[in-house]
């Protein structure tokens, strides 16, 4: 018997531009249509950022606000997690958009380098969006790009600031962070289950390790994340992905390999605990 996988798809990101990948979705009508896209070809969860219409990042509500909107009517039941990342705005601006009440939002329970610049969230902004996400009734995606996210955020659920059971992604790839690494990987998901049973996760390579996270995390029960935020190109030679559902689809044809299926938006919000 299969066993369902959830695909998350992260449609935009913070970084890549039409430039760098013509898929790459920017205005708001834009990341509806590809999410719709890549919800037909077996994503269940999308995780969205939001840019200006000259391609430059924000945090604006109003934007979110609209993408919500979009994605309710255009992909119904799909699990929707916005982004509170630094790229796109500073201090209490990366919750604005949290009373819209989406399904999920990311949280990042610590500190790391990233390419050009140090991923900043310090203790009072973390625990500001833990209890932003509390007041909205908003499940916190912990995104550990290091060991120490993963213990910090459990010791945020024993505290109280994080409502269980926890949603962790092994974030590796990030150039100046956590490197893409088996041993490492398979480190991550026996600390995981050791410290936190009830536990689900997810695993995002960034860039070439994308495709290589996917196997490893099919193989080892957990769950996938694809989609041209994290990765534009299709393999090693440099050609370029054709979209985010196409990326999806990819993922979705390997489950089969691993004796996985992937998980109905039903399926989806069940293992994730989340309102039908």
């Given at each position: 018997m299969t066993t369902p996988c959830i695909i998350t798809v992260a449609i935009t990101g913070s970084v890549p531009t039409k430039k760098d990948n013509p898929a790459v979705p920017i205005t708001v009508a834009e990341q509806v249509e590809s999410t719709q896209a890549a919800f037909e070809a077996g994503a269940s969860l999308a995780h969205c950022h939001v840019r200006n219409d000259d391609g430059t990042t924000t945090s604006d509500p109003e934007r979110f606000g609209r993408l919500v909107e979009g994605l309710r009517k255009h992909?119904?039941?799909?699990?929707?997690?916005?982004?509170?990342?630094?790229?796109?705005?500073?201090?209490?601006?990366?919750?604005?958009?949290?009373?819209?009440?989406?399904?999920?939002?990311?949280?990042?329970?610590?500190?790391?380098?990233?390419?050009?610049?140090?991923?900043?969230?310090?203790?009072?902004?973390?625990?500001?969006?833990?209890?932003?996400?509390?007041?909205?009734?908003?499940?916190?995606?912990?995104?550990?790009?290091?060991?120490?996210?993963?213990?910090?955020?459990?010791?945020?659920?024993?505290?109280?600031?994080?409502?269980?059971?926890?949603?962790?992604?092994f974030v590796m790839g990030v150039k100046n962070a956590m490197p893409v690494d088996k041993e490492t990987f398979d480190y991550y998901v026996r600390t995981l289950k050791r410290l936190a049973p009830d536990a689900t996760w997810t695993g995002a390579g960034i860039g070439k390790g994308q495709l290589e996270l996917n196997r490893w995390s099919l193989e080892a029960g957990g769950h996938c994340r694809t989609g041209l935020e994290d990765n534009i190109r299709w393999d090693a030679s440099g050609k370029l992905a054709p979209s985010n559902a196409a990326l999806v689809k990819r993922v979705a044809d390997l489950c089969a390999e691993y004796n996985r299926r992937p998980a109905t938006t039903a399926e989806a919000r069940q293992l994730l605990k989340l309102a039908a």
């Open positions: 992909c119904p039941g799909m699990i929707i997690q916005l982004s509170t990342g630094g790229r796109s705005g500073t201090g209490h601006e990366r919750g604005g958009m949290l009373p819209l009440r989406p399904d999920m939002a990311s949280l990042s329970t610590g500190s790391c380098n990233f390419p050009t610049r140090v991923y900043e969230n310090s203790p009072e902004l973390v625990d500001w969006l833990a209890s932003e996400m509390i007041t909205y009734g908003v499940k916190p995606e912990i995104e550990a790009f290091d060991l120490s996210m993963i213990f910090q955020a459990v010791k945020m659920e024993k505290d109280g600031k994080i409502k269980g059971p926890l949603h962790v992604q």
